[in-house]
């Protein structure tokens, strides 16, 4: 019934940037790939590409026609109700169901009835019966069951549009689906719905997503756009069957032996170095001739400055070829490098917390090196508690201590005050003692660009460089997962693991909260306190 998705030897740019570079992909029905990558390796491009907004620079695009496509803004016609995006996803089956129900009474005719096999066998790979039933059900989990059907989509959210457009697609179940981003604007409940359809999806699926948890639960490949990730500039499009949690372990790999050869090539690097520099003088340079063989110490001499500078030359020119063909040097691991001293530096006591509105707190306490995640529903409080305890905010009520020589807070919306100064500039202006060509958070094109024309995922790398620089011994993190790179988060996350120093992060990210180890504290649950603690909600440890 379906045909597979094929990409063949795709590259695109815009301005003069090559933003793909010689993509090959194949996705068979059946398997569900997933496209990751740094922020700008293309993967929103090669989504629109797969789609037919826009043509390749280069190469060619096969994809089946019933094709499905997410776009970030979902893409629905604003002047259409919410009805009429959910009948245009069921007209196509309905009429397959109808068509049937007319080629049954005549299949005595070859036509009719080759037919009559044609749209059953389309019929049932749509499962075309279950799609009133499938309906009701995308609109339900994706919280949409009480939008009124006569609603306009411009009325609707963005959030709300995403949904809608998701809920059409997944009841039109077409032969194949490009998804952007689809996991945004959902909660967990929504999020468990769409890993289970698609899943079930006989079609072809391409995913963009930021999403680890979406990833591992739906994908049975992975392909990596940004080359970086292996210290090479070229090969984009690296492929890696099975789940996100397999290609990290493929990553760990690769990233092993791009260390060993940047190493191994920086040690031939200074041997050729070193064997270009050798001159005659080095040959022998101790001994002089004696009166017997002053001939015989010429014609050797003659030799020696012969090979000296033969293998001068060969060294040189070994020299030449190393230096031309560099391997990269890997970006030093992320690390939080202030330290906990025993006089209780980086510790919280907090007491009857009051903020009007956002936060009532009875008892926090976190003691000086402890790693804390403060879980709770959106609304609950998570960053108003962080933003008084980095001193951001004044509550209306309570006491609140906090001992550190310096507080470093990554906060969820990151806003620089002076759009025209550069990322340079704002990190020297923080005092920051790391040099910020050192962390390796951006690249060197960007150091010096202002502020205001960096990505939403640069401004976040820049305010991450700050809080690392700075090397706190407490250190607040609200939501630090947003506009991150899937590389840079889990490296993000390793140096958390290792550090000494204090550590209070607020996060929906279910890949971190599902594999988080240290303490655990719910905030804005009903429940009564345990050990003290908590916002009238649950310490776990």
């Not at 009835?113 to 059953?120: F, K, N, P």
Request: charged share 25%; hydrophobic share 40%.
């Amino acid at each position: 019934m379906s045909h597979p998705l094929i990409v063949r030897d795709v590259s695109h740019g815009y301005a003069g940037r090559t933003v793909l570079d010689a993509i090959d992909l194949t996705v068979a029905p059946g398997q569900r790939v997933g496209l990751i990558g740094e922020n700008g390796a293309g993967k929103s491009t090669l989504i629109r590409l797969v789609a037919g907004l826009e043509r390749p620079t280069h190469g060619s695009i096969t994809t089946p026609a019933d094709l499905g496509h997410l776009a970030q803004d979902s893409g629905l016609d604003p002047a259409d109700t919410v009805g009429d995006v959910l009948a245009q996803a069921l007209a196509p089956l309905h009429e397959a169901v109808a068509r049937l129900e007319v080629l049954s009474h005549d299949l005595s005719d070859p036509v009719a009835a080759q037919a009559y096999d044609e749209t059953l066998t389309w019929a049932l790979f749509h499962d075309a019966w279950d799609a009133d039933r499938r309906a009701e059900v995308a609109a339900q989990r994706l919280g949409l069951d009480s939008v009124d059907r006569a609603r306009p989509v411009r009325e609707l959210s963005g959030g709300q549009r995403s949904r809608l457009a998701l809920a059409a697609l997944l009841t039109r179940r077409p032969a194949c689906l490009v998804l952007d981003e689809p996991t945004n604007h959902l909660d967990d409940q929504a999020l468990d719905y769409l890993e289970s359809a698609l899943v079930e999806l006989p079609g072809a699926v391409l995913v963009a997503s930021h999403d680890r948890h979406f990833l591992d639960a739906v994908c049975t490949a992975v392909v990596d756009l940004d080359p970086s990730h292996f210290g090479t500039d070229g090969d984009g499009g690296r492929r890696f069957t099975g789940d996100y949690t397999a290609y990290l372990g493929f990553r760990r790999e690769a990233q092993r032996r791009w260390r060993e050869a940047y190493e191994a090539q920086q040690d031939e690097l200074a041997d050729a170095r070193s064997a270009a520099r050798t001159t005659t003088a080095d040959v022998a340079h101790n001994r002089a001739p004696r009166d017997n063989d002053k001939f015989v110490y010429a014609f050797k001499g003659a030799r020696v400055q012969k090979s000296a500078t033969r293998r001068r030359r060969d060294a040189q020119q070994r020299l030449e070829a190393l230096e031309r063909d560099q391997v990269p040097k890997p970006r030093p691991p992320l690390t939080f490098s202030g330290e906990v001293t025993a006089d209780g530096a980086g510790s919280v006591r907090v007491r009857d917390l009051v903020v009007d509105g956002r936060l009532q707190l009875a008892r926090f306490d976190v003691a000086a090196g402890q790693h804390v995640l403060v879980d709770g529903a959106n609304g609950s409080g998570k960053s108003t508690l962080l933003a008084v305890l980095a001193g951001c905010l004044e509550p209306d009520a309570g006491d609140v201590q906090v001992s550190a020589r310096r507080v470093g807070l990554l906060a969820q919306d990151v806003v620089f005050a002076d759009a025209q100064v550069t990322a340079r500039e704002i990190y020297r202006a923080t005092g920051a003692t790391v040099p910020l060509g050192e962390l390796g958070l951006l690249h060197l094109r960007d150091v010096d660009r202002p502020v205001g024309l960096l990505s939403e995922g640069q401004q976040r790398r820049l305010a991450l460089a700050i809080v690392v620089g700075e090397q706190p011994d407490l250190l607040l993190l609200d939501e630090p997962t947003n506009h991150l790179s899937l590389s840079l988060v889990e490296e993000l996350e390793a140096a958390l693991t290792r550090t000494r120093v204090t550590v209070i992060v607020a996060s929906h990210d279910r890949w971190l909260r599902g594999r988080w180890d240290g303490r655990r504290v719910q905030v804005g649950s009903a429940g009564s306190d345990v050990g003290g603690r908590g916002e009238g909600g649950v310490d776990r440890r």
